[in-house]
């Protein structure tokens, strides 16, 4: 009986996006995902891996074209003796015109066509168990019937499944799991997919399980660092850890330019920013760049410059303006103006305001859009949620106030 199995668990890889609203090259990002499975399957290849589980949307749906299917067929091949376990999920689900439909998969590439299955290796000490969505949507969870696979309990029991991590009784169109069935499966560890951000290693009862997120992010809603989980499986515990595979991260990054007032500085501040967070392979990555904190009201911001000399270091780069004006509000005061008494009524009702606020009284209105690197940047946290104080509402009504007497506000900016 051996001691564990070594398993890489991905999911959620979508190999064949057409990626028509992806920055950048279309074409060359969706080379790029199936250059991130050639490194997985490299990694089985050349760290020993007994058991590569793939739980579900390898692919993007049926109608990925035949040179990428060929290409993951040649690289499942090529793992030498690792075993692949795919359990197709919504988006690659099984059906007459899906590449899963056909038998000229590789001689060690167990496909999980439908209801739960099982395949042992006992000569290897574990068994895959898997399911397989047949069409988009699928209400019943195939976990259900776990209890029917007679699991040999001399084995390393394991199963993938694309599906809906939830409570007891919730509806799911994604083949709903639930932790009772996983502490009832008699499963060592569930290899899940279908959300594109990872969990941690979970356990419940006996059962080890986990999502590891997509190995590569396809947009800005699927930030940082992707990748899978690798490790070793035995009969009662899951020692996997997370291993970063992927191209390229979608990044979005605040950075504070108060006190610059020219088109260098600002560049070479952000460059060196970057450097500084992700290494000095900085520039291959995608990042959306907020650009934060006080700037003087003469100095116009030239987003489209900096933009375009950023590109020059950048694979991608897009660029919002979230600075504000440096106001001397004291100054502006003492002005014999409409605009001058607006600022001292305002001034007055800040100050108000903050000392009800050290007195204890606080506003329960939860924060919904601030800029806080802006005057009203003095927020409390209650419960982990960021509040809104009546000092910062009146902060930004004072700031407001002062753009109207400029020029027009825009809706958005409230």
Not at 316 to 334: N, P, W
Request: aromatic residues 8%.
């Amino acid at each position: 009986m051996v001691e564990g199995i070594k398993v890489l668990h991905c999911a959620d890889l979508h190999l064949g996006s057409e990626l028509t609203g992806a920055p950048g090259s279309a074409a060359q990002r969706k080379q790029e995902l199936l250059g991130t499975f050639r490194r997985i399957t490299n990694i089985c290849r050349d760290e020993g891996v007994d058991l590569l589980l793939i739980a579900g949307d390898m692919f993007e749906g049926a109608n990925v074209d035949d040179a990428t299917v060929q290409s993951v067929k040649e690289y499942l091949k090529n793992m030498g003796s690792t075993v692949a376990a795919i359990a197709p999920g919504n988006h690659d689900y099984v059906s007459i015109d899906s590449p899963f439909a056909g038998n000229n998969w590789p001689e060690n590439v167990i496909i999980f066509r439908s209801d739960l299955a099982k395949v042992e290796f006992p000569e290897r000490g574990f068994a895959v168990c898997g399911a397989g969505f047949t069409c988009t949507y699928q209400r019943e969870s195939l976990l259900e019937d776990a209890g029917g696979l007679m699991l040999d309990s001399s084995l390393i029991n394991i199963c993938v499944l694309h599906g809906d991590l939830g409570p007891n009784g919730a509806i799911s169109d994604y083949n709903l799991v639930t932790e009772a069935q996983l502490a009832a499966s008699g499963f060592s560890y569930v290899a899940l997919g279908h959300i594109h951000k990872r969990t941690a290693i979970l356990r419940t009862g006996p059962c080890s399980y986990s999502y590891p997120g997509c190995p590569d992010g396809r947009g800005f809603d699927e930030l940082g660092e992707k990748g899978v989980y690798i490790g070793t499986v035995s009969k009662n515990t899951a020692r996997l850890e997370f291993r970063p595979v992927c191209s390229r991260m979608f990044l979005s990054e605040a950075i504070d330019i108060s006190g610059l007032n020219s088109e260098g500085e600002i560049v070479r501040l952000v460059l060196a920013e970057l450097q500084t967070r992700y290494g000095s392979d900085f520039g291959r990555h995608y990042y959306k760049l907020q650009l934060t904190g006080s700037i003087d009201e003469t100095f116009v911001l030239p987003l489209a410059t900096i933009r375009e000399v950023l590109s020059e270091s950048l694979y991608f780069v897009k660029i919002a303006d979230h600075t504000h004006i440096e106001v001397d509000y004291e100054e502006l005061a003492k002005e014999s103006s409409l605009r001058g008494i607006f600022v001292r009524k305002m001034l007055e009702r800040i100050a108000a305001a903050d000392r009800a606020e050290h007195a204890g009284r606080r506003s329960q209105l939860p924060i919904v859009a601030l800029d806080t690197s802006g005057p009203a940047a003095d927020n409390s946290e209650r419960d982990g949620v960021r509040q809104i104080t009546e000092t910062d509402k009146l902060k930004r009504a004072l700031e407001l106030g002062i753009m109207s007497f400029d020029g027009e506000v825009k809706l958005d900016e409230y």
